[in-house]
């Protein structure tokens, strides 16, 4: 099973693919995307095809997304939306929006960069709530 985790940070969107079965899974893949310009076709399209690039590459079976609230002192930016807008028109599976309080559940992975951390947490979560459904 590919399980792909996901956090839109500021015009990033950080991932981390985990591969296995059961509880038993390993790092696969991670990088980020960057969305350069939010005003410009170009960039979006660009933004769009990597996107998809990434999602054929990973073939993930469900993806799990650090949620971002839309109002509030910590909401989203306009870049995060727009990432978020094309990564759902993009996705090839189900998506699981994941709230802060199960991220903070998840542990850390020892030798994952920090910012790649929220993104490895997103799939395990996302993980746990298929194991449990």
């Known amino acids: ?3 792909l985790g996901i956090e839109l940070e500021s015009n990033r969107l950080n991932y981390v693919l985990l591969v296995g079965e059961g509880d ?5 893949q991670f990088n980020r995307l960057v969305l350069t310009d939010t ?3 170009e960039s979006l399209r660009s933004f769009h095809d990597a996107t998809k690039t990434m999602f054929n ?10 949620d971002k609230p839309e109002s509030g002192r910590l909401r989203a930016g306009a870049a995060a939306l727009k990432m978020e807008g094309i ?3 993009c996705a090839t599976c189900d998506v ?6 199960r991220i903070n559940a998840c542990e850390n992975r020892e030798g994952l960069k920090v910012y790649l951390q929220p993104a490895f947490k997103a799939a395990v979560a ?8």
């Open 87 to 89: 990564m759902l028109a």
């Open 39 to 41: 005003r410009s076709r």
């Open 1 to 3: 099973m590919n399980i």
């Open 126 to 133: 996302a993980v746990r709530k298929l194991a449990t459904a």
């Open 96 to 101: 699981d929006f994941v709230s802060g309080k």
């Open 57 to 66: 590459g990973t073939k993930p079976d469900i993806i799990g997304v650090k």
């Open 24 to 28: 038993e899974f390993e790092v696969a």
